[in-house]
């Protein structure tokens, strides 16, 4: 039976591996790659390239950027007293994109999951606390989703920030129970941002 050649198989094994791509999905990607006359490869390899050579975390915030600082860090009109903490560098664009909130972010990086494996000696409370010391916030918002996941890490961090002078708070009710912020609209997340709580 005819297959593929290796270098076709390998790129679609390797679409494969990303989030929502299935295998007949991967294929169709490659045989347009394969197909196209536009320099469409070409550039998709460059940026590629770009991506894996020069995107990095942010030495203050973990979030994507270029130069040490990401382009929200180095932002002189952002209150940079006051924090948004999230679990993913997704979730600080999904936030940017309601347009309610004009400081500046922590990522963790991940979330408490037992299931995963995830407890807090997996957290990077050490890199957290040492930022907190350094800067000085006045808030922290733990932004971090209304999942069990979410729910736990910030019900933990909540406690572990107590030992601070900073007021911590909590998005307001309005995210769908059970869901993540990846499921919440620029509306939803703003009024939720509006109506925080203090913990």
Do not use: N
């Amino acid at each position: 039976m005819a297959d593929y050649p290796p270098a076709v198989r390998e790129l679609i094994a390797a679409l494969r591996e990303l989030p929502s791509i299935g295998p007949r999905s991967a294929e169709r990607l490659v045989l347009f790659l394969l197909e196209e006359t536009k320099g469409t490869k070409e550039h998709l390899a460059r940026s590629l390239q770009a991506v894996g050579a020069g995107v990095h975390p942010c030495g203050r915030c973990g979030f994507y950027a270029e130069e040490e600082l990401c382009e929200l860090c180095r932002d002189p009109s952002r209150d940079p007293l006051l924090w948004c903490m999230v679990a993913s560098p997704g979730d600080v664009l999904r936030i940017e994109r309601a347009s309610a909130f004009r400081g500046v972010y922590h990522v963790l990086g991940c979330k408490l999951s037992p299931l995963e494996g995830i407890g807090p000696e997996r957290l990077p409370s050490g890199t957290l606390l040492a930022r907190i010391e350094r800067e000085r916030p006045r808030e922290i918002i733990l932004a971090l989703g209304t999942d069990a996941e979410g729910e736990a890490t910030a019900l933990y961090l909540g406690q572990l920030l107590k030992k601070t002078a900073t007021r911590i708070s909590s998005l307001a009710t309005g995210l769908p129970a059970g869901g993540g912020l990846e499921f919440a609209d620029s509306v939803t997340l703003s009024y939720a941002l509006a109506g925080r709580r203090e913990l």
